[in-house]
Nanobody
Framework: QVQLVESGGGLVQAGGSLRLSCAPS????????MGWYRQAPGKQRDVVAA???????NYADSVKGRFTISRDSAKNTVYLQMNSLKPEDTAVYYC?????????WGQGTQVTVSS
C-alpha cells in the first residue's frame, strides 16, 4: 500500500514562511496529478494548489502570489512554498496524489499562523 508522507508544518507569525513537502512511501507510481488541500476548523476541505494531469497549475484565489507549488517528478515529490502567511491560512494541509482514477491522501500537517 502506497502512502503519502507529509512534513513541514508548524507555527509561524503572520508574514512568515513555511515549505511543505509530500512524497510517497514507495516510489512505484508516476502520479498523474499532485496537489495540496487544506481544511480550516469548521470548514470544508478545499484545494490550495495543484498540478493537473496536463502539467499546468491551479491556485486558490486566496493564495495566488503568495504560495508556489513545485515538484520533483523523478521522486514523485511535491512541495508547497508558503510566503506572506496570514492567520486565515491556518488549517490542516493535506497532500493529494492521483494515479489514473485513484486518489491518495496524506495524513495532514498542521499549519498555524498567529497574528
Amino acid at each position: 500500500q502506497v502512502q503519502l508522507v507529509e512534513s513541514g508544518g508548524g507555527l509561524v507569525q503572520a508574514g512568515g514562511s513555511l515549505r511543505l513537502s509530500c512524497a510517497p512511501s514507495k516510489n512505484i507510481f508516476t502520479f498523474t496529478a499532485m496537489g495540496w488541500y487544506r481544511q480550516a476548523p469548521g470548514k470544508q476541505r478545499d484545494v490550495v494548489a495543484a498540478f493537473t494531469s496536463g502539467g499546468s497549475t491551479n491556485y486558490a484565489d486566496s493564495v495566488k502570489g503568495r504560495f508556489t507549488i513545485s515538484r520533483d517528478s523523478a521522486k514523485n515529490t511535491v512541495y508547497l512554498q508558503m510566503n506572506s502567511l496570514k492567520p486565515e491560512d491556518t488549517a490542516v494541509y493535506y497532500c493529494k496524489a492521483t494515479y489514473w482514477d485513484a486518489d491518495y491522501w496524506g495524513q495532514g500537517t498542521q499549519v498555524t499562523v498567529s497574528s
